[in-house]
């Protein structure tokens, strides 16, 4: 199992929709998840992070945490053609703080 | 202007010509760290720095070193590159405050023949 696995894409919605985007860990100790957005060509860049069980919003964006299922999510309200990027989930902490680490990614394309 | 600059941004070499790609912070961030980036594996960690003097091993290490002699830098040294290293380099520094958000790099490609 990898450590940290987000669902597959390429993710698809049309200009308005909501778009969700899902990930899974597997150290129980893990302490603060992020994510980050990659527009083509380009470095990462942090859209939210979160470290308590709940929700988390900030704009049209919604992070979720259940640490319990092991689980964060990322919902992105009115999707915007601007947000087709790829969205990365990242998580810190647990066994080893300080490696940082990644799921592969998911492609959103936010369709007019 | 705070930044992470990485390079070069762009080679091309040959198998076994040792190189080594520099990464400076301007932060003054204690984290620094290397990621290697490849289509469908997402980002994957090579080597971190907790602090100058202090490295340890990410998931991919295999292959590279690196040095943290003082805190704005952290070179990552392919001592004999092979064509499995060909790959999308990220530095990244991160904030020293809770829970911390990594500033990233522009990037190296590097293409290994």
């Known amino acids: 199992q990898k450590e940290v696995e987000q669902n597959s894409g390429p993710l698809s919605v049309p200009e308005g929709a909501i778009a969700s985007l899902n990930c899974t860990y597997s150290d129980r100790g893990s302490q603060s998840f992020f994510w980050y957005r990659q527009y083509s060509g380009k470095s990462p860049e942090l859209i939210m992070f979160?470290?308590?069980?709940g929700d988390k919003e900030d704009g049209r964006f919604t992070a979720q945490l259940n640490k319990a299922s092991q689980y964060v999510s990322l919902l992105i309200r009115d999707s915007q053609p601007s947000d087709s990027a790829t969205y990365l989930c990242?998580?810190?902490?647990?066994?080893?703080?300080?490696?940082?680490?990644f799921g592969q990614g998911t492609i959103l394309t936010v369709h007019p | 202007e705070a930044q992470v600059t990485q390079n070069p941004r762009y080679l091309i070499t040959v198998t076994g010509k040792k190189l080594t790609v520099t990464c400076s912070q301007n932060?003054?961030?204690?984290?620094m760290s290397w990621y290697r980036q490849d289509p469908g594996l997402g980002l994957r960690q090579i080597y971190y720095s907790m602090n100058v003097e202090v490295t340890d091993k990410g998931d991919v290490p295999e292959g590279y070193k690196v040095s943290r002699k003082e805190k704005r830098n952290f070179p990552l040294i392919l001592e004999s590159p092979s064509p499995n290293q060909t790959s999308l380099y990220f530095c990244?520094?991160?904030?020293?405050?809770?829970?911390?958000?990594?500033?990233f790099g522009e990037g190296s490609r590097l293409t290994v023949l």
């Open positions: 932060m003054n961030h204690e984290y």
């Open positions: 990244a520094s991160l904030g020293n405050s809770f829970p911390g958000e990594l500033f």
């Open positions: 979160i470290y308590s069980n």
């Open positions: 990242a998580v810190n902490g647990g066994t080893s703080y300080g490696k940082l680490t």
